[in-house]
């Protein structure tokens, strides 16, 4: 029994949380200028599915001359388009009926419709493109033909329970009365395939189009049937999220679907979402602590049921401090979507808060930055001697004036510079993202930037050794303007402040420094590759002795021949032996020419065809001889 009570505790209190969580942060207008310029776009296009969807929303912001040519073209298009013959004829009555065209759609079409009503379709879209379409044309379907159609779809879901199918069968039997009793049942199914996305959205596969489908036709058909809405207030705000995340599309039909989805949720009020958000970016000034927050439904609308009062409680987001418990928001004006909240009296000091809305069941945290105002205590500038431990003599500057002497420095000391930075309300030291120690050389206009630290005082020191540092300054000596910067991102008042102007003289002759300065940009050699240079040859006595050297076999084979009366005599006078010996002789030749002048690129081109043609003769010549052997030994 106990374990059946926790239970029950932790469902209801994830119910609580679920109520209390129904908000976004975000609304989506239909007179949104950019939704608009997509449909006024879409008028003006040549594709009928855009058109027909531009004239749903746009259509009555045409004139009639307007109405007429997109009438005229709307007729055009449709005997020219590729579609499905109900997909366009859908789009084509659903044009005319917007727009209320003169002459009406041709009868031919009606027929084709009427004819398509008859019979059985194929698949779930057919169902929707003709009965909603005879719904745009007028033609009244008794409740025998409803019937008839949702049997139909019945047997289409047997066969392919797509979510693509679900969802059109789920618009169609919310238009079929209690005919849509049928396919109520897959209702719940449908909706479990529904993804998750890190935790704070809904989606089902296929994206928007499909997701807007199921979801609208699943609330459609329950709420006509009278039975429970089909998600549960946290699920209907992660529909709603998801939606308001494509508020970017850009096509006439998914601006339509976006905004189609987002009204049937919206008018689910037991469940549905609605938007607590901060005009602005939440920053408030602090002579001015009056943020205004806006509370619209899903269209920004204001909420109905009208919202008994809206409550906020303000801690600061590092601590947790509390600044105000459950302060009423007041109606700014006439607007009822407009909600003040004032801190004066608080009086908080600047850095990040969160504030809690309660809006009767409905709560959001926003967050909200009150900026200070910054103001120079108290500032010091001096030069003194890097090596020396003596105190460095200083000179005050009263913020925003500049040192009337300039101060000078050499390589052997150094810049020293304090600041104590208050906050303006309090008079406390505070401490800034960014405090920076400029230097801007008067002539070059090159700029180097140092980071001012700061102490256990919180005062803000730059101590900055000359000779040391001279590297960052190229060695160039000179005048240089010294300014201080400070900046936060929590501060109203972020300032750059121009303190002294300083001669710095580094050890390095300036002249020196400035051309080797100079010549660093400057464009170098061009770096050109160079191939190794050839080895220097020998002489040509050298040359031509091992030339003899190496034609000495050659002569002593001759001379051998000579005396062993070499036979050639059975030299065979065919093809293939001339041409053997000839092509072996060129490829010598060719050997001869590469050592003279050719190079081994040029020397494999013409070897190649030679080496193919020796090839051939030298195999049909040994075949011939090897046959010529045999037939002798035989």
């Known amino acids: 029994m106990r374990q059946t009570y926790c239970i029950l505790l932790l469902l209801l209190m994830h119910s609580m949380c679920s109520l209390a969580d129904r908000t976004t942060n975000s609304y989506l207008s239909p007179t949104d200028e950019r939704l608009q310029k997509v449909f006024l776009e879409g008028v003006k296009s040549n594709d009928l599915q855009t058109i027909y969807y531009s004239a749903l929303n746009y259509g009555s912001r045409l004139s009639a001359a307007e109405k007429t040519a997109l009438c005229t073209r709307a007729k055009s298009l449709h005997g020219e388009s590729k579609l499905n013959e109900f997909e366009k004829n859908f789009y084509l009555i659903g044009i005319f009926a917007e727009l209320k065209c003169s002459p009406p759609v041709a009868s031919t079409v009606i027929s084709a419709l009427e004819a398509a009503l008859a019979k059985d379709a194929a698949t779930a879209p057919e169902v929707y493109f003709n009965f909603f379409a005879a719904k745009a044309a007028g033609i009244v379907l008794d409740d025998a033909a409803k019937l008839r159609v949702v049997k139909n779809l019945q047997a289409i879901l047997k066969r392919d329970d797509s979510l693509s199918n679900l969802g059109h069968a789920f618009a169609v039997a919310a238009e079929t009365g209690g005919n849509g009793l049928l396919l109520v049942d897959r209702v719940e199914d449908a909706i479990a395939q529904a993804d998750e996305v890190d935790g704070r959205m809904l989606q089902f596969e296929g994206g928007l189009s499909v997701t807007a489908l199921v979801l609208g036709g699943a609330l459609k058909l329950t709420a006509s049937q009278k039975k429970p809405q089909p998600i549960s207030p946290a699920q209907a705000t992660k529909f709603a999220t998801y939606f308001l995340s494509r508020r970017s599309v850009q096509t006439a039909k998914g601006v339509h679907v976006l905004l189609d989805a987002l009204t049937t949720l919206n008018q689910q009020k037991t469940i549905t979402p609605i938007c607590m958000q901060v005009i602005g970016n939440g920053q408030m000034q602090p002579d001015d602590l009056q943020v205004s927050v806006r509370v619209v439904d899903l269209l920004g609308n204001a909420v109905t049921p009208a919202l008994d009062t809206v409550v906020a409680s303000v801690n600061a987001k590092q601590g947790g401090a509390s600044v105000v418990k459950d302060v009423k928001l007041a109606l700014k004006g006439s607007d009822k979507t407009v909600f003040g909240l004032d801190l004066k009296a608080a009086k908080p000091s600047r850095g990040l808060y969160m504030a809690d809305l309660t809006a009767g069941s409905f709560k959001q945290s926003v967050e909200l930055k009150i900026l200070g105002r910054v103001k120079v205590g108290s500032l010091e500038v001096g030069v003194g001697d890097s090596d020396s431990s003596s105190a460095v003599k200083k000179q005050s500057v009263e913020f925003p004036k500049t040192l009337t002497t300039p101060l000078s420095a050499d390589s052997q000391q150094k810049v020293v510079m304090k600041v104590s930075l208050l906050d303006e309300t309090t008079g406390k030291a505070i401490s800034v993202h960014q405090a920076f ?30 000779g040391a540092r001279s590297g960052d300054f190229s060695h160039m000596s000179g005048k240089y303007l010294m300014e201080l910067i400070v900046g936060d991102a929590s501060l109203s008042n972020s300032f750059r402040w121009h303190v002294a102007d300083i001669n710095l003289k580094f050890s390095q002759d300036t002249m020196d420094r400035e051309s080797a300065h100079e010549s660093l940009y400057k464009p170098k050699k061009e770096i050109v590759h160079q191939f190794r240079v050839p080895e220097k040859r020998p002489a040509r006595f050298v040359s031509d002795l091992f030339t003899g050297i190496c034609c000495v076999p050659l002569l002593i084979l001759l001379v051998i021949w000579i005396r062993l009366k070499v036979n050639i005599s059975n030299f065979p006078l065919s093809l293939s032996a001339i041409g053997f010996h000839l092509g072996l002789g060129a490829i010598l030749f060719l050997f001869f020419v590469f050592w003279l ?8 081109r013409y070897l190649l065809p030679l080496a193919l043609f020796t090839f051939l003769c030298g195999n049909r010549f040994l075949r011939s001889v090897a046959t010529k052997r045999s037939a002798h030994e035989k």
Not at 437 to 450: C, L
Not at 597 to 604: A, S, Y
């Open 437 to 466: 120690v400029r230097f801007e050389n008067g002539k070059t206009g090159e700029e180097i930037v140092f980071v001012a630290e700061q102490d256990t005082s919180k005062a803000y020191k730059f101590d900055m050794d000359v």
């Open 597 to 604: 002048q050719l190079d081994m690129f040029t020397t494999i």
